[in-house]
């Protein structure tokens, strides 16, 4: 089987006025699924999604690991999740501090029996793991916080689906939250509505988490393709539903029939893909 991945880098200014942020977001994605394409013809698709969500932490531009949005009292609080579609094990890690790749503590998780943690102990658990603490703040993100720029905010979740060689699917999916939360807020991304994979489908969402958590958007996807829906007819209805409350929200997928997908509320998400050539928007 022809392995496959998709990544998504979030939404970009609705404003249009920075383009040259769209372009730049464009451009790491591009190499980012690309060395992950590479990554996934040697490695399990469970391997490369914590590989590439780990890439796109790494990248500032993005609201996920380094880069990640400022909650409201001032500090940064991040989740993550991964889903291995061979298993059905879910693992994550809600609102945790100080750290640099979020998805990489959801990754070990999946091999223990308490497999979602949150907060301190969450910490606790990744210095276990020797996570060294890690100061994930950038200046401009400072900067629009101070501004109170709340248009910089609600974007930039971070996110990867993968069907490896041996047909085996898996999503992960990381992010900084929407920015000025209240402390205590649960994103999507480290739910099953934001994250979601089985032996039929696996999909990572971005957008505003408290839409995607009522439309049960990954999940519900997932199962509307194990019950025999084509991806994208799956996809669609269920951005449909979304509609019906103005939610906003993006989605990529990929179906155990090698279908690959994306789709978004509204026309602003970064996604690349990589099957027999890169494509990207
Ligand atoms: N989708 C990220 C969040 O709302 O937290």
Redesign the pocket.
Known sequence: MEPKIIIHG?FFSESGTNDDVKHAKQEALREIVARSYAYLKTHTAVEAVAYAVSLLEDCDLF?AGTGSQIQSDGKIRM?AAIMDGVTSKFAGVINIEDVKNPVRIAERLLEYEDSVLGGPEALSFARGMGMEHYDPEIPQRRQEFEEKSVAAA?KG?VGCVALDGKGRLAAA?S????GF?MPG?????ATVA?NYANSFAAVS??????N?VSAAVAAKIVTRVTDGLPLAEAADKTMKELKAFDGF?GVIGISAKGEIYHVDSHPYMVWAAFSSGVETF
């Open positions: 979030g609201n989740s609600r979740t999916t992010t900084g939250g929407k939360e807020r649960i994103s999507d991304s934001g969402c971005t957008g505003v988490g408290e995607i929200a």
